[in-house]
Nanobody, 115 residues
C-alpha cells in the first residue's frame, strides 16, 4: 500500500506563497495521475490540481493562474507551488491519486492564510 506524506504548510499572509510537497512510497507513483485536494472547515474535500503521469495538468478555477502542480517521478514526490494566496485558500491540503481507488489518506498539511 502506498503511503503519502504531505508537508510544507504553514501560516502566511494574504498575497504570500507556499510550496507543498507530497512524498509517496511504492513503485507505482510514476504511472499514476495524482492530485492535490483541500478541505476547509465545514466544507467537503475538493480537488484543486491534478497532474498525469506524463505531466499534463489541470486546475480548479479557484486556483488557476496562482497554483502550479508538478512532480518528480524519480523522487516519488509531487509539489504544489501556491502564489498570491488568499484567505479562502485556508484548508488542510492532501495529496492522493485522481483516478481509481484512493490510497490511504495522509494527515495532510495545514495552510492558513491571514488577512
Amino acid at each position: 500500500q502506498v503511503q503519502l506524506v504531505e508537508s510544507g504548510g504553514g501560516l502566511v499572509q494574504a498575497g504570500g506563497s507556499l510550496r507543498l510537497s507530497c512524498a509517496a512510497s511504492g513503485s507505482t507513483f510514476s504511472v499514476i495521475a495524482m492530485g492535490w485536494y483541500r478541505q476547509a472547515p465545514g466544507k467537503q474535500r475538493e480537488l484543486v490540481a491534478a497532474i498525469s503521469s506524463l505531466g499534463l495538468t489541470n486546475y480548479a478555477d479557484s486556483v488557476k493562474g496562482r497554483f502550479t502542480i508538478s512532480r518528480d517521478n524519480a523522487k516519488n514526490t509531487m509539489y504544489l507551488q501556491m502564489n498570491s494566496l488568499k484567505t479562502e485558500d485556508t484548508a488542510v491540503y492532501y495529496c492522493n491519486r485522481v483516478t481509481g481507488t484512493y490510497y490511504y489518506w495522509g494527515q495532510g498539511t495545514q495552510v492558513t492564510v491571514s488577512s
